[in-house]
C-alpha cells in the first residue's frame, strides 16, 4: 500500500489539498487570536468578579464575566428599562447594568453571563445577558470561576 | 429454598463462563487468528466478573463442584469428538457447523445482557466486560469452525446457557411474580412456556447434530433446505435472553424498558449476523439482517410509544415524565414533553435512527443482497452505540426510586414496621440478613441477590403492598416538575424530530460508503444509490435547522434569528458539509472521480453529527441551550464517536489504494466548479468548528476562558459563502470534462450586467440600503437569473416552458430551485441582519412608541389564565402605512416551574417583522400577583390588579426586522429544491433490469455462487 500517489497529476493535487488545509488551518489559528480579526465582539475573555476587582480586565474591550447573580441585588433602574444587579463568585462582587428585557431563566441566586464593556466606575455595561435554559445548567465558566473561589463545596449552589 | 435457587443459578451463570472461555482457548490451539487475544480477554475478564458477582452472595467454595462437573462433561464431549471414528466425516459438516457457531453466539449474547443488566449499568468493569464480550461473541465463532469435535460439548453450552437464563430469571420471577396481578402472572407462565419451548427447539438441535455425527453426513451437508426450520430456534433461542430480561426488569419495577432491551438484541443480531455473513449462510442471513432491522425499528417504536403513553398518563413513578410533565400540562404538550430533555430526545434520535434504517431495508431491495445486508449492518452498529448510550446513560424507563438516595433508609422503615407488626420468626431471620444488605443504599444487586427473593417469599402471606406499590410511595411529586415552559410550544412537536431527521440521516450515506470501501468497490453505482439519501437527509437538515431558528427567534428571545451558538453550530456544520457531500456525490456518480473525497465527505458529515449530538450533550461547551451535563454520557459518546470515526479512517487507509479514478477533466469544467464548491463549503464547516471548539481549546491550552462572538463568524462566514454565491450559477451550466471559458463568458454576460444594474440602482435609489447589502442584492440577482438561464436557454430552444421543464431532469430542477432558495435566504439574511431595529422603552397603556415609521400604541393590558400559567396579556395596535394591526403579547408566570416566559407578540409581512415583547411590570403588586397559586388569586385582588395594571407601565421591547421571512423561506425553497431532485427518474426507475446490467459495486463471488444455486 502506497501512500503517495502514483500519477503526477494526482500529486499535484495532493500538494494543492494540502497547502490548502493548511493554509486555512495556519490563517485561523492566526486570526482567532485575540485583537486580530472581527472587530469589536468577535472573541471575548472571560473574567469574574474577583478578577476585575484585582484590575485584570480590560476597560473598554469586550469582556465576559459570569457567576451567580447575587440575591436581592436586582433593581431595575428609573428610566424603567435598564435593569442593575450584581454577579458574584462568592469572594468580589461586580454590578451589571443592562438595558433590555433580561433573559426570563434570569433569576437571583443562580448563574449568568454577560457580555459588554467596564465603564470607568466598575461596572460592566452589558450588551448581553445569558442565562440558561435548563435550571439544572451550569455554564462551564461560571463553574470553574467559583470552584476557583473553592466554595464549592461549602455553598450549595442552586444549580 | 428458592433463594439457593437464585445462588445456585449464578454459580451456574459462572461454569457457564468458563466454558465459554474453554472452547476460544482450545479452539485457539489448532488454529489462532489475530484476534484471539481478544477472545482470551474476553475470557478473563468475564471470569473476573462473575467471580466478583458471586463474591457478594456466595461462597466461593461451592462454586467448585458444578464447575468441575461441567469441565468433566465438556472433556468427555471433546474425547468422543476426537477419538470417534468420525472424526474426517464431521470435519466435512461444514453447513451444521455454521449453525453450531451460531448458537454458539446465544450465550455470548446472554453474558452480554446478563453482565449488562445485573449490575444495571453502574460499573465500568461490567461495560467492559460487555465490550470486550460481544468481540467475543464475533470472534469466537468463526474460530470453532473445524473444530467440530467440540459440537457436542457446545450444544451442551447452549442448552446449559438457556438453563441458566431459566432458573436466574423465570424461577425468582415466577416467585415474584404471584405478589402482581393475574394478569403478570399469566405472562409469566407465558414466558415459562415460550422458554420451555426453546429448550425443546435447543435439544432437538442437538439431536440433529448428533444425527449428524453418527450417520449420512453428506445429505445433512445440504442442510441449507432445512435453514428455514433450523434458524427459527435459533432465532426463538436468541429470543430467550430477552425474554430473560423482560421479567429481570419487572422484578426491579421498570416495566417499560423492555422494548428497548428487545430492540437492543435485536439490532446485536442484525449487526453480528451479516458480520458472519461470510461464514454462514449468506444469503438467507442477509436477508435475517432485513427482518432484525424492521424489528428493532418496530421494539424502538413501541419504547417511544410506551414514553408517550407515560407522559399522557402522567406517570411520575418513572423519573423523566416526573421531571418534565405536568398533570395541568395541555395533552399536546405532554406528547411533546417526551422530547423535552436529554433522555427522550435521544431515544427519539434513536428511533429516527431506525427509520432510517427501515428506510433503508425497504428500498434497497435491488441492490446486490451482500451490499445491502452491509449497510444495514453498518447501520446497526451505529444503532448499537445509540441504543446501549441510551440504556447505559440515559434511559428514560428509569423508576424514580432508583435513584433515590434515601431509598434504603424509608423502605427499611417501612419493612421493619411491617416486620414488627408481623412478629414471625421466619420473618425475623430474613429481617437479620435484609439488615446486612440494609447498611449501604438498596441497589438492584439487593434486589436480586438470594435475601430479596427471600423477603417475597416470606412476605407473601402477610399484608405488606406489593413491591411495586411500596416503590411508588417514594414518588416524591404528586403532579410532576413541568415541562420547560419555552418548549410549551408547536415548535417543540416539530424542530427536534425533523433536525434529528436530517442529523442522523447523514448515517444512510456514511453506510454506503463504508459498505462499498468494505467491497472495495467506490464507482458511479455507488454514488448513484447513495444520491437521493444525501440529498433528503440534507434537506430535512435544511427544514430543522430553518425550524430551529424560527422557533428560536420567537419563543426563545434571543432577539435574533441566529446566535453563532455552539448548539446552533454544531447542527449547522453538519450541514453544510452535507451540502459538499450532495455536490460532490454528483461528480462521483456522474463522472466517476471524486470518489475517495465522496467518502471522506461522508464519513466526516456523519462524524460531525456525532460530535455535535457529543458537544450539545455532554456539556463541554457554553451554550445556553445544551444540556445539563453528565460526564459519564460525555465519555460514551466520545468512545463511540473515536471508535466510528476511528474505525471508518482506518478501513479507508487500507481500502484507499483500491479506488480508481475514471474521469479525467481539464481545469475550467463542472468538475473544477464543483471542486471550488467544495473546498469553499469545507473552508466554512472549519472555520465555523474552529470558532466553535477554539473556546475548548483555548481553555485547555491557556487555561483562559474566552468567548467567540458573532461577528468572528460573520467576519468569515460572510465572504466565503458569498464568493460560493458569486460562483454558484456558473457551475449548473459549465459541461462536464471541458468547457470553453469565453462562450461561459458570453452567455452569463447579460446576466452579471442585468445583476450588477439592479444592485446599483437599489444602493442609489433606497436610502436604507448600504453597500452591504447592496452587493447582496447583486448577488442575489446574480443567483436567481444565472440559476434560470439554463430554463431560459431551454426556453428559447424548445419555445414553451413546459416543453423546456419537461426536457430538465428533476435533479437539474431541485439544485435550480435549491439555488434560487440561497438567493431568498441572502436577501433576508442581509436586511434582516443589517438593517434591523431593536428599541426597549418605557410604556404604559395608552402610551405609543414610534420605530421606523410604524407606530406602536399600547392599549391595554389584562390578566390571563392559562392551563399551567398565569399571565399578563397587552394589547399593541400598530400603525402601519394607513393599517392597523393588533398583536397580544403576553409576560407568562408558570406556577410549577416557577419560571417566567415571554411569548413575544409578532406581526409579520413578507417585507417585515414586527416583535413585542415585555419585561416585567414595573408595580410591586402586579409583579407578585401572578405568581400566585390560582387559589389565592381572590375576586377582589383581581379587581384590584385590572385597576392597576390601567396604568401600570412596562419595559416594551420593539423590534423591527426587514425582510425577516425571506430568511425562513429561502431555507423552505432550498428544501424544497432537494425533494424534487431525489425524485429524479434515475433513482426511482432503478429496476432489476437496469440492475443486471449494471455492475454490481461489491461482487463476491460466493455470493454469486450462492445466488446461482438458488
Given at each position: 500500500m502506497s501512500i503517495f500517489p502514483k500519477t503526477e497529476q494526482r500529486r499535484r493535487r495532493l500538494m494543492l489539498v494540502i497547502v490548502l488545509v493548511f493554509g486555512l488551518s495556519t490563517s485561523l489559528i492566526l486570526l482567532s487570536?485575540?485583537?486580530?480579526?472581527?472587530?469589536?465582539?468577535?472573541i471575548s475573555f472571560f473574567y469574574s468578579p474577583t478578577d476585575i476587582v484585582a484590575g485584570k480586565a480590560p476597560a473598554k474591550r469586550n469582556i465576559d464575566i459570569g457567576g451567580i447573580v447575587v440575591e436581592g441585588s436586582r433593581k431595575q433602574l428609573d428610566d424603567g428599562v435598564t435593569v442593575q444587579f450584581a454577579v458574584t463568585d462568592m469572594k468580589n462582587n461586580i454590578t451589571v447594568r443592562y438595558k433590555g428585557i433580561l433573559p426570563d431563566?434570569?433569576?437571583?441566586?443562580k448563574g449568568a453571563v454577560a457580555k459588554g464593556k467596564l465603564d470607568d466606575k466598575g461596572i460592566l455595561v452589558a450588551n448581553i445577558v445569558l442565562a440558561k435554559h435548563d435550571e439544572k445548567y451550569m455554564p462551564p465558566v461560571v463553574k470553574k470561576a467559583l470552584e476557583k473561589q473553592k466554595l464549592n463545596s461549602t455553598l450549595k449552589l442552586k444549580q | 429454598m428458592l433463594a439457593e435457587l437464585g445462588t445456585f443459578a449464578l454459580i451456574i451463570a459462572l461454569c457457564l463462563t468458563i466454558i465459554q472461555a474453554g472452547f476460544p482457548l482450545i479452539g485457539t490451539l489448532r488454529r489462532s487468528y489475530f484476534l484471539d487475544g481478544a477472545g482470551r480477554i474476553a475470557v478473563l475478564v468475564s471470569l473476573g466478573y462473575f467471580l466478583y458477582q458471586s463474591r457478594a452472595t456466595t461462597e466461593?467454595?461451592?462454586?467448585l463442584i458444578p464447575a468441575l462437573l461441567l469441565a468433566s462433561t465438556l472433556t468427555v464431549f471433546s474425547l468422543l469428538g476426537t477419538i470417534g471414528k468420525y472424526y474426517q466425516q464431521v470435519k466435512k459438516l461444514s453447513a451444521q457447523a455454521y449453525i453450531i457457531r451460531a448458537v454458539l453466539l446465544i450465550p455470548c449474547l446472554l453474558a452480554i445482557l446478563y453482565s449488562i443488566f445485573i449490575v444495571g449499568f453502574t460499573k465500568p468493569l461490567v461495560t467492559t466486560a460487555t465490550l470486550i464480550l460481544s468481540l467475543t461473541a464475533l470472534t469466537n465463532a468463526p474460530r470453532l469452525?473445524?473444530?467440530?469435535?467440540?459440537n457436542g460439548s457446545l450444544t451442551f453450552a447452549v442448552i446449559a446457557s438457556a438453563l441458566v437464563g431459566f432458573s436466574t430469571s423465570i424461577i425468582p420471577a415466577f416467585v415474584i411474580g404471584r405478589f402482581f396481578s393475574p394478569a403478570t402472572f399469566g405472562i409469566m407462565i407465558l414466558l415459562l412456556i415460550i422458554l420451555a419451548i426453546c429448550l425443546l427447539l435447543l435439544v432437538a438441535l442437538l439431536v440433529i447434530e448428533i444425527c449428524g455425527n453418527l450417520k449420512d453426513i453428506e445429505r445433512l451437508k445440504g442442510l441449507s433446505r432445512y435453514s428455514t426450520f433450523l434458524r427459527m430456534p435459533l432465532l426463538i433461542a436468541t429470543a430467550i435472553p430477552v425474554l430473560m430480561m423482560i421479567v429481570l426488569i419487572k422484578i426491579v419495577g421498570g416495566y417499560y424498558t423492555t422494548p428497548n432491551i428487545i430492540a437492543l438484541t435485536v439490532i446485536t443480531i442484525l449487526i453480528v449476523v451479516p458480520l458472519l455473513h461470510r461464514q454462514i449462510y449468506g444469503y438467507h442471513f442477509a436477508e435475517l439482517t432485513r427482518s432484525a432491522g424492521l424489528g428493532q425499528f418496530v421494539f424502538t417504536l413501541l419504547a417511544l410509544g410506551i414514553l408517550v403513553t407515560l407522559f399522557v398518563n402522567s406517570d411520575f413513578s418513572v423519573r423523566y415524565v416526573a421531571e418534565n410533565s405536568?398533570?395541568?400540562?395541555p395533552l399536546l404538550y405532554k406528547v411533546t414533553?417526551?422530547?423535552?430533555?436529554?433522555e427522550g430526545s435521544f431515544l427519539l434520535m434513536t428511533l429516527v435512527l431506525s427509520a432510517w434504517t427501515t428506510a433503508v431495508i425497504l428500498f434497497s431491495?435491488?441492490?446486490?443482497a451482500l451490499y445491502a445486508a452491509r449497510i444495514i449492518s453498518i447501520m446497526g452498529l451505529i444503532s448499537i452505540g445509540f441504543l446501549l448510550f441510551g440504556l447505559i446513560?440515559?434511559?428514560?424507563?428509569?423508576?424514580?426510586?432508583?435513584?433515590?438516595?434515601n431509598f434504603a433508609g424509608e423502605f427499611w422503615e417501612q419493612l421493619k414496621r411491617v416486620l414488627e407488626n408481623a412478629k414471625d420468626p421466619s420473618l425475623a431471620a430474613v429481617l437479620n440478613k435484609f439488615e446486612i444488605s440494609a447498611?449501604?443504599?438498596?441497589?438492584v444487586k439487593f434486589i436480586f441477590g438470594n435475601t430479596g427473593i427471600e423477603l417475597f417469599t416470606a412476605f407473601k402471606?402477610?399484608?405488606?403492598?406489593d413491591y411495586y406499590t411500596t416503590f411508588r410511595r417514594?414518588?416524591?411529586?404528586?403532579?410532576?416538575?413541568?415541562?420547560?415552559p419555552l418548549l410549551q410550544d408547536m415548535g417543540q412537536a416539530i424542530h427536534p424530530p425533523l433536525l434529528y431527521v436530517g442529523y442522523v440521516g447523514f448515517s444512510v450515506a456514511f453506510s454506503f460508503s463504508i459498505a462499498s470501501l468494505m467491497g472495495g468497490k467506490l464507482d458511479s453505482a455507488w454514488a448513484r444509490w447513495s444520491r437521493p439519501w444525501s440529498t433528503i437527509a440534507w434537506a430535512f437538515l435544511t427544514l430543522g435547522i430553518m425550524l430551529g431558528s424560527w422557533w428560536a427567534y420567537y419563543?426563545?428571545?434571543?432577539?435574533?434569528?441566529?446566535?453563532?451558538d455552539p448548539v446552533e453550530n454544531s447542527s449547522f456544520i453538519p450541514w453544510v458539509v452535507g451540502t459538499a457531500l450532495i455536490h460532490s456525490l454528483a461528480v462521483t456518480e456522474k463522472?466517476?472521480?471524486?470518489q475517495s473525497w465522496t467518502v471522506i465527505l461522508s464519513i466526516i458529515a456523519f462524524s460531525l453529527s456525532l460530535l455535535g449530538t457529543f458537544l450539545v450533550r455532554s456539556g463541554v461547551l457554553n451554550s445556553v441551550?445544551?444540556?445539563?451535563?453528565d460526564p459519564e454520557r460525555g465519555v460514551f459518546l466520545l468512545i463511540f464517536l473515536t471508535l466510528i470515526i476511528g474505525g471508518s479512517l482506518i478501513l479507508y487507509a487500507f481500502q484507499a489504494p483500491k479506488i480508481k479514478s475514471i474521469g479525467r477533466f481539464s481545469g475550467f469544467s463542472k468538475e473544477t466548479f464543483l471542486l471550488v464548491n467544495n473546498i469553499i463549503l469545507i473552508a466554512v464547516a472549519a472555520t465555523i468548528l474552529w470558532g466553535t471548539l477554539y473556546p475548548i481549546i483555548s481553555n485547555g491550552i491557556q487555561d483562559r476562558s474566552i468567548s467567540v462572538g458573532p461577528p468572528w463568524f460573520n467576519l468569515y462566514f460572510i465572504p466565503l459563502m458569498l464568493l460560493l454565491a458569486l460562483l454558484m450559477p456558473l457551475g449548473p451550466m459549465v459541461n462536464w470534462k471541458k468547457h470553453d471559458p469565453k462562450k461561459l463568458l458570453m452567455r452569463v454576460l447579460p446576466y452579471a450586467v442585468a445583476s450588477i444594474l439592479v444592485g446599483v440602482v437599489f444602493y442609489l435609489t433606497?436610502?436604507?440600503?448600504?453597500w452591504l447589502i447592496a452587493i447582496c442584492i447583486t448577488i442575489a440577482t446574480w443567483v436567481t437569473l444565472g440559476s434560470l438561464e439554463i430554463l431560459f436557454y431551454r426556453i428559447r430552444r424548445m419555445k414553451t416552458l413546459g416543453r423546456a421543464l419537461s426536457s430538465l431532469s428533476a435533479s437539474s430542477i431541485g439544485s435550480m430551485v435549491a439555488h434560487i432558495g440561497i438567493a431568498v435566504f441572502i436577501i433576508g439574511a442581509a436586511f434582516a441582519g443589517i438593517n434591523s431595529i431593536k428599541k426597549t422603552e418605557k410604556l404604559a397603556p395608552g402610551q405609543s412608541y414610534t420605530v421606523n415609521g410604524i407606530k406602536f400604541e399600547f392599549v391595554s393590558t389584562r390578566f390571563v389564565e392559562g392551563p399551567n400559567y398565569n399571565a399578563y396579556e397587552a394589547k399593541f395596535n400598530i400603525y402601519d402605512k394607513g393599517k392597523v394591526f393588533a398583536v397580544y403579547p403576553q409576560k407568562r408566570f408558570y406556577l410549577k416551574r416557577t419560571q417566567l416566559m415571554t411569548e413575544a407578540g409578532i406581526h409579520w409581512q413578507l417585507n417585515r417583522d414586527l416583535v413585542i415583547s415585555m419585561g416585567k411590570p414595573l408595580n410591586t403588586f402586579v409583579k407578585n400577583?401572578?405568581?400566585?397559586?390560582?387559589?389565592?388569586?381572590t375576586q377582589a385582588r383581581r379587581d384590584h390588579v385590572a385597576k392597576l395594571l390601567k396604568t401600570t407601565s412596562w419595559p416594551i421591547t420593539i423590534k423591527y426586522k426587514p425582510f425577516m421571512r425571506l430568511t425562513w423561506l429561502g431555507a423552505i425553497i432550498m428544501a424544497f429544491g432537494g425533494l424534487i431532485a431525489t425524485l429524479d427518474k434515475r433513482y426511482r426507475l432503478f429496476s432489476r433490469k437496469k440492475l443486471a446490467t449494471m455492475q454490481a459495486p461489491a461482487t463476491d463471488a460466493k455470493l454469486k455462487l450462492l445466488d446461482e444455486k438458488k
Open positions: 487570536l485575540p485583537g486580530s480579526g472581527g472587530g469589536a465582539g468577535a431563566m434570569f433569576e437571583e441566586g | 466461593l467454595y461451592t462454586l469452525r473445524r473444530n467440530l469435535f467440540l405536568n398533570t395541568a400540562l414533553a417526551v422530547w423535552g430533555a436529554h431491495r435491488n441492490l446486490p446513560t440515559s434511559n428514560p424507563f428509569t423508576p424514580i426510586y432508583w435513584e433515590q438516595v447498611e449501604s443504599p438498596v441497589s402471606d402477610y399484608n405488606l403492598s417514594f414518588v416524591p411529586e404528586a403532579e410532576g416538575k413541568d415541562l420547560n419563543e426563545l428571545g434571543w432577539g435574533d434569528w441566529w446566535f453563532w463522472r466517476g472521480s471524486f441551550h445544551s444540556f445539563a451535563s433606497v436610502e436604507k440600503i448600504n400577583f401572578y405568581g400566585q397559586a390560582k387559589h389565592e388569586l
